[in-house]
């Protein structure tokens, strides 16, 4: 399963990237995160973080991938499913910031969770963009 979303947002890139790289305030701005823990200290190459979001159970990811005011992925893994997050800010065409967040899941049990979890999965993820969106926007 791929999954992508992107957003233009209207408010700059360092604004942007300091709310998407500060998970642990996820939940503030949106219902598909209910806490987020960091459990290695800041996020960086190397990090992990427990994710628990409504009606899933909680996963561990680790950070594979950062760039300092640019972007960062993060990967988890559970019996036959690897899932991986994309989240890229870049400065907008016409000002402000554009914002893009991937979702895919590899592995021999992917296709089934697509099949159970694909529509929750791609909700969750539009509201985070969407979240996002709204908490950087607000004055």
Do not use: C
């Amino acid at each position: 399963m791929h999954f992508e979303i992107t957003v233009d947002i209207d408010a700059a890139p360092d604004t942007v990237w300091n709310l998407l790289k500060d998970v642990e305030h996820w939940p503030d701005m949106t219902a598909s995160i209910n806490r987020v823990e960091l459990l290695d200290g800041p996020l960086r190459e190397g990090a992990r973080a427990r994710v628990h979001q409504p009606g899933m159970p909680a996963a561990v990811w680790t950070v594979t991938a950062f760039t300092e005011n640019e972007n960062f992925t993060w990967r988890s893994r559970s019996p036959g499913v690897t899932t991986t997050g994309g989240h890229e800010v870049r400065p907008g065409t016409s000002g402000g910031s554009t914002v893009r967040l991937t979702l895919d899941q590899t592995g021999p049990l992917a296709p089934l969770i697509a099949l159970l979890m694909g529509s929750r999965t791609r909700r969750y993820v539009t509201m985070e963009a969407n979240g996002l969106k709204t908490k950087a926007e607000s004055p």
